[in-house]
């Protein structure tokens, strides 16, 4: 009798057990209908992002984990305890913002998540070689866990973070892989750099973005492979840098440094893990006019990786008497727009890379010749594109918000993230400027003042570029720049000043970080049609009745600003913005990228006007 209750309960156990396995199918995806379309989302496809995501450390063997993943709701951090078993109830895109249509969710207010994928990593692999997981964002909190075992974790929205998980791969090649996210934006007990992202969204800020929304990719490496790899090269041919080896200090690499034609610029064997100099001779210099790049390879032990750089210097320097940033040794009048690389149908990640580098050509087109990367920072193709096309970058850290100011562990981590940023991105020859903190967002403004350290930090990691430590409001002397923030009239330099601006200080680079912001409001079909946005439209900085009076004012205020370039002291000026954002209508072109603002002839010249009078006074 026992003996067959037993047997019972075994049958039963078995049946119960292949219950659970017998999961319903999750919800399939499906690409949803946005409140706005682009001209990119009906090419959208389920493989986005093919292209390799680190263009500066590139290895031949690597896999795209792109695609369909499933997806659901946590109920809070109390799920951590317990991982849900896989599938997961509801396919997604990744990567994708879950806010987004592209994602296939379309969610909102969500904090806590589950993401998870099966990973097919063949087995038997040669030499003890290793498989690295990389996920180039997730925003906020990620906690990674391999077959069922955690394994990683990673604290911020913006940044990459790599996961070795060779030892934790099954033999047979089949491997789960499930990633929670925690992303508390908007909640008043968190300062977190979040930049313009609101769960509540209106005028200034819009939409957020939530969970995987950068590729994921995995890499197979050799036992001793380079880690990472910092190169910055200079107007006399210098290149100085440092690669860092799984091993440790005093790896032997070679690195080779090709001129575009076959042949070899320069080449230097060094050692790993402590800086090297050396020099190249009369290499063709990167600038927005020329933008010179070469290719690089590096070889250590089994390892080869491929990069580029560009050689330009970026300094601080008197020119007739007046504090000017330098290119390559010239003053170069920086001049482009504010760029927040928000999209209607992705959110905070365009459809495709040809979409995201449409913006940066419609800059580049009308004469411009600068962006200012506007409390975000973008995947790392964009810095390429940026490199490729002869664009300078003003980077900004994503801002903190929240009430009051950050307590000091909040302040610490936002500090810790800003480090990552400057490293992650400083062998970009396209960045010229890191900006601490934009219009008082998230500054603790009594002293001390943390961005007089926080600049004094950055000039130690990154010496070779400049630092606008406030952008806009409260200036309290330090850094690189003197910036001022003033709609709709430009304030670049002059001895005049609003409020809350200070005056002109001769010791720094006079700046217009935001000026312009001039609208007009576009036909519905262009609009984002989200009842808050609507409403919202008329806190637009300035409305004009139609193009014609757009394009009057635009070319009014570029003239002021050519006139305060020939007078006083103005270095550079970004104008606001790129595109339309949500209810905020004062793109050079609409949310939608389709109806274009701009009298692209009559901006051309006035732009060229300003780069002249910047010429006059060089
Ligand atoms: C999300 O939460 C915000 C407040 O944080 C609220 O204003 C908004 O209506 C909510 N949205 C939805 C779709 O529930
Ligand atoms: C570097 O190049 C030299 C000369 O070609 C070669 O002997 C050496 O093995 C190379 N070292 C590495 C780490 O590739
Ligand atoms: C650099 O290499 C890429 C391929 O990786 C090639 O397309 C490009 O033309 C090369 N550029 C130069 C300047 O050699
Ligand atoms: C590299 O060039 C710079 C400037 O031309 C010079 O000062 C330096 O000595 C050179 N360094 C090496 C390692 O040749």
């Known amino acids: 009798m026992i003996v067959l209750l037993l047997l ?16 319903p199918d999750p919800i399939p995806y499906r690409l949803l209908t946005p409140l706005l379309d682009t001209p990119w989302t009906k090419d959208f496809t389920i493989h986005p992002w093919p292209e390799h995501p680190r263009p500066l450390l590139r290895r031949e063997s690597w896999q795209n984990l792109n695609g369909i993943w499933t997806y659901q709701l946590a109920s809070g951090s109390d799920d951590l305890i317990t991982p849900p078993p896989l599938p997961l109830s509801q396919e997604i895109l990744i990567p994708s913002c879950i806010e987004s249509a592209l994602s296939g969710i379309m969610a909102s207010n969500v904090t806590h998540m589950w993401f998870a994928t099966s990973l097919d990593v063949p087995h038997g692999r040669v030499n003890n070689e290793r498989v690295i997981l990389h996920f180039e964002a997730v925003d906020y909190e ?17 940044f990459r973070f790599s996961v070795d998980i060779t030892d934790h791969l099954k033999p047979d090649g089949s491997n789960d892989l499930l990633v929670f996210v925690f992303d508390p934006t908007d909640d008043p007990a968190y300062h977190i750099p979040v930049g313009k992202q609101s769960k509540d969204p209106s005028h200034i800020f819009y939409t957020p973005c939530s969970g995987i929304w950068q590729t994921v990719w995995l890499e197979t490496v ?16 210098t290149v100085i840098g ?30 790993s893990d402590q800086p090297f100099t050396f020099n190249a001779t009369s290499p063709k210099l990167w600038s927005p006019g020329s933008p010179n790049l070469y290719n690089i390879t590096v070889s250590m032990d089994q390892d080869i990786v491929n990069s580029y750089t560009g050689f330009r210097t970026i300094s601080s320097g008197k020119i007739k008497g007046v504090q000017r940033p330098l290119l390559n040794g010239k003053f170069v009048f920086q001049f482009g727009t504010l760029d927040q690389g928000y999209w209607p149908d992705g959110i905070y990640l365009p459809p495709s890379l040809g979409a995201m580098v449409s913006d940066l050509n419609l800059l580049k ?13 973008e995947p790392d193709l964009f810095y ?28 610490a981590e936002f500090e810790r993230q800003l480090e990552i940023m400057v490293n992650e991105h400083k062998s970009y020859p396209s960045i010229v400027t890191w900006v601490i903190y934009n219009e008082g967002w998230g500054q603790i403004t009594q002293p001390y003042h943390p961005e007089e350290q926080i600049a004094a930090r950055i000039r130690e990691l990154d010496p070779t570029r400049l630092i606008d430590a406030v952008t806009g409001w409260h200036d309290y002397g330090f850094g690189d720049f003197h910036d001022s923030h003033h709609y709709a009239e430009p304030q ?30 576009p036909e519905l079909k262009n609009l984002w049609p989200a009842q808050k946005a609507l409403s919202s439209v008329s806190d637009t900085y300035e409305l004009n009745e139609d193009l014609d009076a757009y394009n009057y004012r635009s070319h009014q205020l570029l003239d002021h600003l050519r006139d305060q370039v020939a007078r006083f002291a103005c270095s550079g000026a970004v104008w606001t913005q790129t595109t339309d954002v949500e209810g905020e209508v004062n793109g050079l072109i609409t949310y939608d990228r389709r109806a274009l ?7 051309k010249e006035d732009i060229k006007a300003l780069y002249a009078a910047a010429e006059g006074r060089s």
């Open 365 to 377: 087109n009308l004469g411009m010749n600068m962006v200012r990367k506007h409390v975000k920072v």
């Open 492 to 521: 670049c330099g002059t001895p005049f000043y609003s409020k809350p601006g200070v005056p002109y200080d001769p010791d720094r680079i006079g700046f217009q970080g935001e000026f312009g912001g001039v609208g007009h409001v």
């Open 8 to 23: 019972h309960f075994c049958l039963w156990t078995l049946l119960a057990e292949a219950h659970a396995d017998n999961k």
């Open 222 to 237: 050799p036992s001793t492979y380079i880690t990472s790899m910092e190169i910055a090269a200079g107007m006399d041919g």
């Open 142 to 158: 990620a906690t990674v866990f391999l077959n069922g075992e955690r394994i990683g974790f990673n604290r911020g929205g913006y």
């Open 597 to 603: 603002r701009v009298h692209a002839t009559q901006w």
């Open 242 to 271: 440092v690669i860092d080896s799984s091993q440790g200090l005093g790896r032997p690499f070679n690195i080779s440094i090709f001129d575009g034609s076959g042949g070899v610029l320069a080449t230097y064997s060094g050692l």
């Open 384 to 411: 390429q594109a940026c490199d490729q096309l002869g664009l300078l970058v003003v980077q900004d850290m994503p801002s903190m918000r929240g009430s009051g100011p950050p307590s000091p562990s909040e302040q």
